[in-house]
Every structure is written in structure tokens, then in C-alpha cells.
């Protein structure tokens, strides 16, 4: 598992735009759909999610607020910028790139047929 975490850590800004895409959200919540979708097979550790937050924040990719306290503790929540989203978008095309490449290196001919 360690391999698919190294592959996968490259990723975690735009791991991290693609679930703020569906919805504003905050870290704990965020990890916990990521476990969900993996089957908890991955998840972040929480220095990794928040410094990619503050990598993002910084890019003027996420912008942070805070919740109300109506839902118990107060949480920090982060939504996807215009500029967030275009990234998350050029993102994706470079990872369809990418994918198609290394399939190409490392997969045999007719195997992906």
C-alpha cells in the first residue's frame, strides 16, 4: 500500500479541490469521504490535509470561513475558488495525460482491450 500512498500523495491538492467541487466541507469530513471512496483503502494524515490547505489558500484555489457553532464545535470550512476549480479542471486533463502515458509504458500490448 505504500506505493499506491506515494503515487497518490502527488495528487492531494487536487484530491482535495475534486471533493470542495462537490460541496464546501471541512478537513475531518473531507478525510472521512476519502476513506468512503476508497474503501478505506487511503486516507490523509492531518499534516498533509492541512498543509494542502494552506498550499491552496495561498494559490487562491480554497477560500476558508467559519462555520457557525449551531452544529456543535466550530469548524473551518473551505470552498473552491474560480480559480480552484480551473486548476481542479487542468488537473484532470493532466492526469488523463499522464494515465495514458504510463499505461502505455508499463501496460502490454492488448491488455487494456
Request: proline share 1%; net charge negative.
Amino acid at each position: 500500500m505504500s506505493i499506491a500512498s506515494d503515487l497518490i500523495r502527488g495528487h492531494t491538492e487536487t484530491i482535495v479541490l475534486a471533493q470542495l467541487s462537490e460541496r464546501d466541507s471541512y478537513g475531518y469530513e473531507i478525510n472521512k469521504a476519502i476513506q468512503q471512496k476508497t474503501d478505506g483503502l487511503f486516507e490523509l494524515k492531518e499534516a498533509t490535509l492541512y498543509s494542502a490547505f494552506r498550499r491552496l489558500e495561498q494559490g487562491q484555489c480554497v477560500k476558508s470561513y467559519w462555520g457557525g457553532e449551531d452544529t456543535g464545535a466550530r469548524r473551518r470550512y473551505y470552498s473552491i475558488t474560480p480559480v480552484g476549480a480551473a486548476v481542479l479542471a487542468q488537473n484532470r486533463i493532466d492526469w488523463h495525460e499522464a494515465k495514458e502515458i504510463i499505461d502505455k509504458l508499463i501496460i502490454a500490448e492488448g491488455a487494456l482491450e
